[in-house]
């Protein structure tokens, strides 16, 4: 019984990486690639890794198996947040159906320092506010 | 070996197979690391389930140790895209 369900948590955790391998594949951007491969790839690893702690049934074998899961639930978000500010530093093209930049002029691209508005849209608020004195 | 190990298999190589297109066609640098942390993964969920098809859970070792060097690998790529030269990309 255990071990077929062990089986069953195996295939899903497959079903789930092949999902964002197809979604990594599939994307036009990448940005929406990492939105696709990150969060369902670690949630695959999960899955496996919970059917493989289910079939040896074990203390040692599953605190093993446990210590991967917290490991990739660590690293996965570090890992896609340094990769996706170091496609953005270097000005990958976003998908051109990308409807809003929100940080678009904010960083300093010497520096790489991020300025919480970018100097254009101060420019322009200051300009419309009416009430505001000078 | 059950069937449905078998079927694991096949969906995981099927998986790899997809993400290594995706690491030969992307068209910047970012785009194939992506990829390759993809991979690793699907290697790292590959040798625990090859663990349950033998029935030696040693192998589960070599998973910790993986997931460890991609995790690696991913941050040191990304360090040295922000910090360098676009040599693939005409400004």
């Known amino acids: 019984m ?5 089986l069953i948590l195996l295939l899903v955790g497959a079903i789930f990486m092949l999902l964002a391998a197809i979604g990594l594949a599939r994307m036009p951007d990448v940005f929406t690639r990492m939105h696709s491969s990150t969060k369902s790839a670690t ?10 702690a289910l079939f ?6 599953s605190a093993r198996a446990l210590a991967i899961v917290v490991f990739m639930f660590f690293t996965a ?15 990958v093209q976003l998908w051109e159906g990308t409807l809003s930049d929100e940080m678009e002029g904010c960083y300093n691209p010497k520096t790489h320092v991020l300025a919480s508005q970018s100097p254009s849209v101060t420019e322009k608020e200051s300009n419309t506010s009416p009430g505001e004195p000078r | ?10 969906l995981l ?10 690491l030969v066609r992307g068209p910047s640098l970012p785009a194939r690391v992506v990829a390759l942390d993809l991979m690793g993964s699907l ?3 590959f040798i625990a389930i090859y663990a349950v098809a033998i029935d030696q859970p040693i192998f589960l ?4 140790v993986l997931a460890l060097i991609g995790f690696l690998g991913t941050v040191a790529f990304a360090y040295f895209i922000e910090k360098g030269e676009l040599p693939w990309q005409k400004v």
Do not use: K, Q
């Open chain 2, 43 to 45: 290697v790292v969920g």
């Open chain 2, 1 to 10: 070996m059950s069937i449905l190990v078998t079927i694991t298999f096949g």
């Open chain 2, 13 to 22: 190589i099927l998986a790899i197979f997809v993400a290594f297109v995706r």
């Open chain 1, 56 to 61: 040896f049934n074990d203390f040692a074998i």
């Open chain 1, 43 to 52: 949630l695959g690893v999960s899955f496996i890794m919970l059917g493989v």
């Open chain 2, 61 to 64: 070792d070599v998973a910790i």
């Open chain 1, 2 to 6: 255990a071990e077929s369900l062990s």
């Open chain 1, 77 to 91: 978000p570090v890992a896609a947040h340094m990769i996706g500010r170091a496609a953005y530093l270097s000005r």
